[in-house]
């Protein structure tokens, strides 16, 4: 069966550490992209692509970056970690534009 | 940007109980979705909404798509233990989805 798997599922990281955020979809969607989810904000918009070498910025981008090489792997970038973003990060892809989205198990992120 | 009004926050209900919520948008939207978060887990997808009016059921859930076009509305009936969670409506928004804040659910049993 297809899937979106994330890895790894909990991170813990040093504030002003590089971290970097997998995320693999085997349903050959197009559209893939990434969310933070934390208490009384719902599902808050990072990034997304629409393909192969396209990346575009959600509602809260700053402080992340995405790079999609291939259709299957969309990986999260926090250049430079920060104690706000800790947060547990969702992706999620979808066959078309407004589609419903799959999602992954998340990945909760600790920056101490 | 775009923002759905979800309510309630939260419930705590006795379990047998009927559930309601609802979501509210400024803008008209052409689909509704509902998805359910279990604990630990990604959101999935509920219920899908593609027309005005519409009236949906899965299992004892059943969904309606608001004739404004601007709301929908979640029933649960009979609620069990496993109905905990969180619950999100979301729309799309220019190619993009957005979400509710949630209603978090809890059961009594």
């Known amino acids: 069966d297809a899937e979106i798997t994330q890895s790894p599922r909990h991170k813990i990281t040093e504030t002003g550490r590089q971290v970097t955020l997998a995320c693999h979809q085997t349903?050959?969607?197009?559209?893939m992209f990434w969310y933070r989810q934390d208490l009384g904000h719902g599902l808050r918009l990072l990034h997304y692509?629409?393909?192969?070498?396209?990346?575009n910025k959600g509602e809260v981008s700053d402080g992340y970056s995405v790079s999609r090489s291939n259709t299957e792997d969309l990986p999260l970038t926090l250049e430079s970690a920060a104690s706000s973003q800790t947060s547990v990060y969702f992706c999620?892809?979808?066959?078309?534009?407004?589609?419903?989205?799959?999602f992954g198990n998340g990945t909760r992120l600790t920056v101490t | 940007g775009q923002q759905l009004n979800q309510s309630p926050q939260s419930m705590f209900i006795q379990e047998g109980e009927d559930v309601s919520m609802n979501c509210t948008s400024s803008?008209?939207?052409?689909?509704w979705l509902w998805y359910k978060q279990d604990p630990g887990e990604g959101p999935v997808l509920l219920i899908a909404l593609y027309k005005a009016g519409e009236l949906t059921s899965n299992g004892r859930l059943t969904a309606q798509f608001g004739i404004t076009r601007k709301d929908s509305f979640l029933n649960i009936s009979a609620s069990i233990p496993s109905d905990v969670g969180i619950y999100f409506c979301?729309?799309?928004?220019?190619?993009?989805?957005?979400f509710g804040a949630g209603t978090i659910l809890r059961v009594k049993s």
């Open positions: 692509s629409y393909g192969v070498q396209d990346t």
């Open positions: 803008s008209i939207f052409n689909t």
């Open positions: 349903w050959n969607h197009n559209n």
């Open positions: 999620a892809s979808s066959e078309g534009a407004g589609s419903p989205l799959h």
């Open positions: 979301a729309g799309p928004y220019g190619n993009k989805l957005v």
